[in-house]
C-alpha cells in the first residue's frame, strides 16, 4: 500500500532563517505530487505541483521554491522565511484523480 | 476571485440529525468534484467525489449532490455523528495533473 511521509511534524525558525521540508511516497512510482499551505483560518492554497522528476510548477508567487530530485521525493525550501511563510503546510501525491494528504507540518517563523 | 466558494464557515448540529455542508463554483467546465475532511493538526482525507455526468453519489452516511445548472454541490451526512466533527473541505479538478482548488472549508460540529 501506498504511505506518504513528511517531516518535520513541527518546527519554529526565526525570521530570515532557511527552511527545507521533506515529503517521500512510498509505494507507487511516477506520482504527481504537490505542496500546499493552509494559513490560519484560510483554506489550502497549492504552492507547487511536479509531474516528474525535476519538473516544478509554481503557482503563485511567493519566498519558497519546490524540488523534486528523485521519483518520490519532494521538497519545500526557502533561502530566508518571513513572518508570513508561517502555516500548515501539507504534501500530497495522486496518481491521477483524488489526491492523497500526508500529516503536515506545522511551520511557526517567529 | 474565488473559483470555489464555502460560504458557511461553520455548522453545528445535533447528533443523529443531518448535517448539509454546501459548494458554490464558478466555472461549469468543472467536470470533477470532491469533498475532503480534515481535523486539526492533520493532512485531509478523501471522503467522496462526484463526476458531472451524475447528480447524486453515496456512500454509506455521505451522500454528494451535484446541481450542474445552479453551479452547486452540497455533501449530506446522515445520521450525523460526534466523530463527524471536523473542517470540510470541497475541491474541483482543475487543469491537468489532477490540481485541485479548495474551497475554505466549512467546521462541523455535531453536538450530543
Known amino acids: 500500500s501506498q504511505t506518504i511521509h513528511q517531516w518535520p511534524a513541527t518546527l519554529v525558525q526565526p525570521v530570515g532563517s532557511p527552511l527545507s521540508l521533506e515529503c517521500t511516497v512510498e509505494?507507487?512510482?511516477?506520482?504527481?505530487l504537490y505542496w500546499y499551505r493552509q494559513a490560519a483560518g484560510r483554506g489550502l492554497q497549492l504552492l507547487f505541483y511536479?509531474?516528474?522528476?525535476?519538473?516544478i510548477s509554481s503557482e503563485v508567487p511567493q519566498n519558497l521554491s519546490a524540488s523534486r530530485p528523485q521519483d518520490r521525493q519532494f521538497i519545500l525550501s526557502s533561502k530566508k522565511l518571513l513572518l508570513s511563510d508561517s502555516g500548515f503546510y501539507l504534501c500530497?501525491?495522486?496518481?491521477?484523480?483524488?489526491?492523497?494528504f500526508g500529516p503536515g507540518t506545522r511551520l511557526l517563523v517567529l | 476571485d474565488q473559483q470555489v466558494k464555502q460560504n458557511s464557515p461553520s455548522l453545528s448540529v445535533q447528533e443523529g440529525r443531518i448535517s448539509i455542508l454546501n459548494c458554490d463554483y464558478t466555472?461549469?467546465?468543472?467536470?470533477?468534484f470532491l469533498w475532503y475532511k480534515k481535523y486539526p493538526a492533520e493532512g485531509p482525507t478523501f471522503l467522496i467525489s462526484i463526476s458531472s455526468i451524475k447528480d447524486k453519489n453515496e456512500d454509506g452516511r455521505f451522500t454528494v449532490f451535484l446541481n450542474k445548472s445552479a453551479k452547486h454541490l452540497s455533501l449530506h451526512i446522515v445520521p450525523s455523528q460526534p466523530g463527524d466533527s471536523a473542517v470540510y473541505f470541497c475541491a474541483v479538478v482543475t487543469g491537468t495533473a489532477s490540481k485541485l482548488t479548495f474551497g475554505t472549508g466549512t467546521r462541523l460540529q455535531v453536538t450530543l
Open positions: 509505494g507507487t512510482s511516477n506520482p504527481n
Open positions: 466555472n461549469s467546465m468543472f467536470d470533477y
Open positions: 500530497a501525491w495522486s496518481p491521477g484523480g483524488y489526491q492523497y
Open positions: 511536479s509531474v516528474g522528476i525535476g519538473q
